[in-house]
């Protein structure tokens, strides 16, 4: 959920309709100490996912950070990324490690692109994968449908209920 994919070049009013989930998602999980990674979206001006996209999310520019109405804490982490998935050439796997966790919680856009890469390869490394479906979105119901329904047959993806899984926490 960066200011790109949200409200800049390739605004998203879907994805807007789910900062409050997510942001409800963060608050809960933040006071049953479960960690927070942001991961984000981030390019050089000579990237070669320019060659499918237009330029977005450039390094250090504010398309690539978090939306503002996130408030990333001190304890917070966050992780730049140049690839769909958020553990391809990232700290993420390290992060996880560290922190000994064994389930991920996926969030964000576009379900049919960067949470299904993830998704992939958190399953490929042995995590589990919940997915509450009301606080990730695409820009169409088709491919946000496809994507959750290939997920959960091919990585064995938990699709779940957002209420029951912050009473989980």
Not at 44 to 61: C, R
Not at 62 to 75: A, L, M, T, W, Y
Not at 119 to 147: C, N, Q, S, T, W
């Amino acid at each position: 959920m960066i200011n790109d994919f949200v409200f800049g070049k390739y605004e998203n009013e879907r994805a807007k309709e789910i900062i409050p989930t997510i942001k409800s998602l963060i608050n809960n999980a933040r006071e049953a100490d479960v960690p927070i990674i942001y991961v984000c979206d981030t390019h050089s001006e000579d990237d070669h996912e320019f060659s499918i996209w237009e330029k977005h999310a450039l390094e250090g520019t504010e398309g690539s950070k978090v939306i503002p109405q996130f408030e990333i804490k001190d304890e917070d982490y966050i992780v730049e990324k140049s690839k769909y998935s958020a553990f391809f050439g990232t700290e993420l796997e390290d992060i996880l490690e560290n922190l000994g966790v064994e389930k991920v919680v996926l969030t964000g856009v576009l379900t049919h692109i960067c949470v299904q890469h993830t998704a992939a390869d958190a399953f490929f490394r042995g995590y589990d994968v919940l997915i509450p479906a009301d606080a990730v979105e695409d820009v169409e119901d088709e491919p946000h449908e496809k994507a959750l329904n290939f997920m959960k047959e091919n990585y064995n993806v938990d699709v779940v209920n957002r209420d029951k899984l912050m009473e989980s926490w």
